[in-house]
C-alpha cells in the first residue's frame, strides 16, 4: 500500500484527485493507497445529493468570493480550509469486511480512532460515518465513500486547527441531523481535535501498512486528473474575487 501525501493549489484539485486514485485503482493501473491533503484556500464542497438552496448561506459565501464544488460522494457539505487535514484511502473491496458499508465505515474508521486515541484525543465512533469527542459529543470528522467496481474510496476531514466561526457563517442548519447532535447549533457541535499532524500521518500509515511514499503526481496520473477537470460536473458556482 502506498502513502501518497499530496496536496494541491486549486480546490478542484484536490477535490478530484480522490477521484482519478480510485479509477486508476479499478483500472489496474494503480493499488491501494493512503492520501493526506490540506488546502491553503477555503472552499465549500457538496455531498453528491446535497442540496444547496438547504445548506448554504449564499449572501455570506458570494461577499466573500467562496468557490463551491461538488464531489462524488456522500456525506454532508464542509467547508475546506487551513486547520482541515484530509485523509483518503483506496481498499480493495476483497478486503475482509469492506463489501457492506456500515462495516467498511466500522473498520476504517476504527484504525482512524485507534490513532486519535493514542494521540490523546478521547475519540468515539458515531455512525453513520461520524467522530466526535466522547464525552462532550462534538464532532471533529466526517467521513464519506464512493464505491467503484473492485475498489471503495472513503474519504474524510479532521478538524484540529479550523477556524469554526467560517462554518456557520457559511453554512445553514441542516435539515436533516444525526440525533447524537441535539438541535446544537454549529458553533455548539463542532470542534478542533488538537493533534500533531505529523505523528497523526506516521501513526495510521503504521496502521494501514503503508510500504511505499510516492508524493509526487506522474504522467497518467495528471492526464486524468485534467481530464477529470475538464468533464466532470463538480462545480456549483465558481466565485471569483
Known amino acids: 500500500m502506498i502513502l501518497r501525501d499530496i496536496s494541491f493549489q486549486l480546490p478542484e484539485e484536490n477535490i478530484l484527485f480522490d477521484e482519478v486514485l480510485l479509477h486508476m485503482a479499478d483500472k489496474h493501473q494503480a493499488g491501494e493507497c493512503l492520501r493526506f491533503w490540506e488546502s491553503p484556500v477555503p472552499f465549500i464542497v457538496l455531498g453528491r445529493a446535497s442540496k444547496e438552496h438547504k445548506d448554504l448561506n449564499w449572501d455570506n459565501i458570494e461577499k466573500k468570493c467562496i468557490p463551491v464544488l461538488r464531489r462524488s460522494s456522500g456525506g454532508g457539505t464542509v467547508v475546506q480550509g487551513g ?41 468515539q465512533f458515531f455512525p453513520l ?96 486528473l485534467d481530464n477529470f477537470i475538464g468533464t466532470k460536473d463538480y462545480v456549483v458556482r465558481a466565485i471569483h474575487g
Do not use: W
Not at 84 to 92: E, F, I
Not at 198 to 215: E, S
Open 129 to 224: 460515518s461520524d467522530i466526535a469527542i466522547s464525552g462532550t459529543r462534538r464532532k471533529f470528522s466526517g467521513n464519506a465513500q464512493r464505491r467503484g467496481r473492485e475498489h471503495i474510496l472513503q474519504h474524510g476531514t479532521i478538524l484540529y486547527d479550523f477556524p469554526l466561526d467560517k462554518i456557520s457563517q457559511y453554512l445553514l442548519m441542516p435539515k436533516d441531523i444525526p440525533e447524537y447532535r441535539k438541535s446544537r447549533s454549529h458553533l455548539d457541535f463542532v470542534c478542533n481535535a488538537a493533534i500533531d499532524r505529523k505523528r497523526f500521518k506516521d501513526i495510521l500509515a503504521q496502521k494501514f501498512a503503508i510500504q511505499k511514499v510516492n508524493n509526487i503526481l506522474n504522467q497518467d496520473e495528471r492526464i486524468v
Open 83 to 123: 486547520g482541515c487535514l484530509n485523509y483518503a484511502v483506496v481498499l480493495s473491496k476483497k478486503r475482509e469486511g469492506l463489501s457492506g458499508i456500515k462495516s467498511s465505515y466500522q473498520i476504517i474508521l476504527g484504525k482512524i480512532i485507534e490513532t486519535l486515541i493514542g494521540l490523546g484525543i478521547d475519540a
